[in-house]
Each structure stands twice: as C-alpha cells, then as structure tokens.
C-alpha cells in the first residue's frame, strides 16, 4: 500500500510555538503532532501542542509567511587555526554580530590608525610644533564581581566548564533579549568543553557549528606570518616613540634658544638704563656745583665790550 503524503505546515519539522515565542527553530517531536488545515505541525512538548491547539491561528501564517529566524552559528577550534579571522569576515558579509574577545592582550590599532599617528608626527616635525600623546590608558576602578561573574571568573582561570546554571543566564540572553535576538551573532570559541555542548540540547540550538583544525603543514607559515607582522607594529611604535622624542628634543632646545635671547635682551636693558641714569646724575651733580671763588655779581656793574 502507498503511504499517503502528508503535507507537513509552515514550520515544516520545527515547532511553531517556540518559534512563535522565543523565535528560535526547535525541532518538533513526531510523537507529539496535530493537524490544522489540513496540515501537519510538530511541537516539542505536550505542553506546547496544548498551547497551538487552543489558538492555532496565532501560530501559523497569513498573508506573508512565517520570518526566520536568523543566523547563530558557533565557531569551535585551537587557536591558531583561524577561526575568529573567518567569524569577522563572516559576520561582516552576514551582517551578524560578532562576539569580540575584550582584555589587554587583545586591544590593539589598527594599521590604520597607526598611520594616522605616523603622518600626525611627521606633519608635526615639519610645523616644528609639539603634538601631546593622548593618554587613553585609564586606571579603572574596582569591580566589585557578583556570584555570578565569580563563578565564571574561576572556570576560566582553571579551565573547567561552565556549570549549566550559569550556561542558561548567559545564552538565554543572546537568544531572547533584543537586539541580539533578531540580529543573530557568530560565537568564538564556544562551546569549550563537551559538557557545555551538551547544554545545547536543552533549548538552544544554534544553526550552525563550524569545526576549525590546524594542520601541521600550514601553521608553521602562519606562525611566520604573525611574527612578520608583530615586528612591523613595533617598528611603528618604536618610529612614532622616536618621532616624539625629536620633537620634544627641538621644541626644548627652541624655548632655550627662546629664554637666551630674552635673557640677553634683558642685560642690555639693564645696561643702557645704568649709562643713561649715570649720564642725568653725572649732570645733575655738575649743575649743583659752586661758582669761581672771589668773583661775585653785582647789579649794579656790567662788564662792557671794548
């Protein structure tokens, strides 16, 4: 006997209900089935089947039909192997959000930015004028952690899976707060342990999950890789550090060219102030001085051209 084909709904194998409530596509039981308009859907619980029956058209679809959910995909692999290089650009044709690693180690300009410093110092050497280097290493205050961020403090200091507690507060988050939940995300490198990928089978399911391996043959060139571009940052740092110094070197030797000049000019105000002062009191001292003794005026006798 032909089996006769069964239309299946507008979730196909998924469940309608949690895609209706936390828009996330689980699969349905088989066991747990109902037919609505001539069509099948699949829930993934009794509980979920109960809630579509009493008001199937909240659930399926109308004029338009049902919006996808969108893409979380799981990058797994040892380091090196490429996986976060891969996530970024993925993200950026998917226009996903990337998880981005946060730390000291991992803050670093972009070649970019280190240009833009470098024409800065030049175009300052060229003006002779003294650029301040912007100090955008803050002493942060202190955080006080709660339970929580303990928890997850100590797995990651001793490398030791999340417990399933805290791997349902964190990802509950990315699947049903917004705007994470209709964006979607790439995650890097998660899970880390199989016990955090067995957490998956719970209620999250991410669409894809995508296994890096580095091979033996290549990572020695991508090692050399790293290392050639490592030493190009540091030649730039080192350049700009020289930059800077040159340029507080001359504006120094400027301003102490600067103070000389006014220090000279200052001496020799004071010296033509001393000459002129001696020259009035010279004269003043000479206008004081008596008349030739014996000879004294009289008003009544004048002295006569002969």
Not at 2 to 25: A, M, Q, S, W, Y
Not at 73 to 93: A, D, E, H, M, Y
Not at 167 to 173: D, G, K, T, V
Request: aromatic share 8%; glycine share 4%; net charge neutral.
């Amino acid at each position: 006997i032909k089996e006769r084909k069964r239309f299946l709904g507008d979730t196909k194998h998924f469940c309608p209900v949690v895609l209706k409530e936390n828009f996330i596509l689980q699969p349905g039981n088989t066991e747990e089935a109902a037919k609505y308009r001539e069509k099948i859907y699949y829930f993934s619980s009794a509980e979920a089947k109960e809630k579509f029956l009493e008001h199937p058209e909240d659930y399926v679809a109308h004029e338009e039909p049902l919006k996808a959910p969108p893409l979380r995909i799981c990058l797994v692999g040892p380091q090196g192997s490429g996986k976060t290089l891969c996530g970024r650009n993925s993200s950026r044709k998917l226009l996903l959000k990337t998880e981005k690693k946060v730390g000291p180690e991992f803050e670093e300009d972009s070649e970019d930015e280190q240009a833009a410093k470098q024409e800065l110092e030049e175009l300052a050497i060229q003006a002779n004028v003294k650029v301040e280097e912007e100090n955008t290493k803050k002493q942060l205050p202190e955080v006080q952690l709660t339970e929580e961020e303990e928890v997850i403090k100590s797995s990651l200091m001793e490398n030791e899976p999340l417990p399933p507690e805290i791997l349902e507060a964190i990802l509950s988050e990315w699947w049903l707060q917004e705007p994470i939940r209709s964006t979607g995300f790439i995650l890097d490198g998660f899970p880390r342990y199989p016990e955090e990928a067995q957490f998956w089978g719970s209620w999250i399911f991410p669409d894809a999950t995508v296994l890096y391996k580095c091979f033996d043959r290549l990572l020695p060139a991508q090692i050399e890789k790293w290392k050639l571009k490592q030493k190009k940052k540091l030649e730039r740092k080192k350049l700009i550090k020289d930059m800077k110094t040159k340029i507080r070197v001359d504006m120094i030797a400027k301003r102490r060219a600067e103070l000389i000049l006014e220090r000279d000019k200052k001496r020799r105000e004071v010296r033509s102030h001393s000459v002129v002062q001696g020259r009035v009191q010279w004269h003043n001292h000479s206008s004081l001085q008596p008349g030739t003794p014996g000879l004294k005026g009289s008003p009544h006798l004048s002295l006569s051209k002969c």
